[in-house]
């Protein structure tokens, strides 16, 4: 089976809430340890999925075959961790903000953590509506501290399968290889952000299988969850990506392509996803 990429087409107390400056929280219960997020919570929370296949003509996006392959195997994981999901296919720009938005509004108290797992096409620091296209940011924004009351001090993980430009990597040959006090936290504070791809690269996708970054983290997180750091399931998330696959595609200089995810992080602590 071919791959794609998901880009252009190729001719491809819980809280007070202050300012930007940050915000004040206490946990709602003690931690056992500092350096660990707290999991003692009844839910381990929300994963929300959107998932983007088809496009207006105007956006000059093409279908996006294999993404519900994605979104079936997000669901199926997120679900058997603990998550409560909510999947929803085809959303223009404005859906997905109103969805974020109605979601960044609800009460998590009774939540350890949030996720969400966004599929669509992409450039560097936007992903693609049904529509038209949307600043990450702008999305992310809506669950910050001094936004999303209930989320404080507590993880906010997204997880981005999209292209974040049009560059692309032949690779290269290598050897084998006390939480009990108020406190004032940053409202950037405990967010992690697994995009798919590197800054300025494609993002390649089986129209039949699924992404190779959707694929691996759901393969990774079943396969670790009950044993290792969120860092470091991610950590063999990259793992896998870099070394296990390569482009099939019949464009001239697409075939034999790699790719690395991108892990950016801002947790403040140890995440691990036992309850």
């Given at each position: 089976?071919?791959d ?5 087409q ?5 809280g ?9 929280q206490?946990?709602?219960k ?6 660990q997020?707290n999991m003692n919570?009844p839910?381990?929370?929300?994963c929300v999925i959107?998932?983007n ?11 996006r ?17 603990g ?16 969805l ?7 009460d998590?108290?009774k939540?350890a ?8 096409h992409g450039?560097?620091g936007?992903?693609?509506?049904t ?8 999305l992310?924004a809506l669950?910050r ?8 001090g507590?993880?906010k993980?997204f ?15 290598c ?8 406190q004032?936290?940053?409202?950037e ?10 800054p ?14 959707i ?9 670790y969850?009950?044993?290792l ?7 063999r998330?990259n ?12 464009l001239?200089?697409?075939?034999g392509?790699k790719q ?8 403040t602590?140890?995440l691990?996803l036992?309850?």
């Open positions: 089976m071919s794609s990429v998901d880009a252009r190729v001719n491809a107390k819980e007070s809430y202050l300012t930007d400056a940050g915000v004040h206490t946990d709602a003690p931690h056992s340890d500092v350096f997020y919570y839910s381990l929370g929300q959107i998932n296949k088809n496009f207006l003509k105007k956006t000059g996006m093409g279908v075959n294999g993404t519900d392959e994605d979104a079936k195997n997000a669901m199926q994981t997120f679900s058997k961790l998550f409560k999901y909510k999947i929803s296919n085809d959303q223009t720009v404005s859906q997905m903000k109103d974020l938005t109605k979601v960044s509004k609800e998590h108290s939540s953590m949030f996720a969400c797992v966004l599929l669509s450039e560097d936007r992903i693609f509506g529509d038209d296209c949307i600043e990450l940011k702008e992310f669950f501290g001094d936004c999303c009351k209930s989320l404080v507590k993880p993980l997880f981005i399968q999209a292209c974040r430009g049009s560059g692309l990597d032949a690779g290269i040959e050897d084998s290889e006390s939480e009990e006090e108020t004032r936290i940053p409202v504070a405990d967010f992690l952000y697994v995009y798919s791809t590197a300025g690269y494609y993002s390649w996708r089986n129209v039949a299988n699924g992404s190779w970054f694929s691996s983290l759901c393969e990774m997180l079943s396969k969850s009950k044993q750091e969120i860092m470091q399931i991610m950590t998330v793992h896998k990506v870099a070394l296990d696959f390569k482009s099939c595609s019949n001239p200089g697409f075939d392509m690395i995810p991108c892990i950016v992080s801002m947790l602590k140890e691990y036992l309850k």
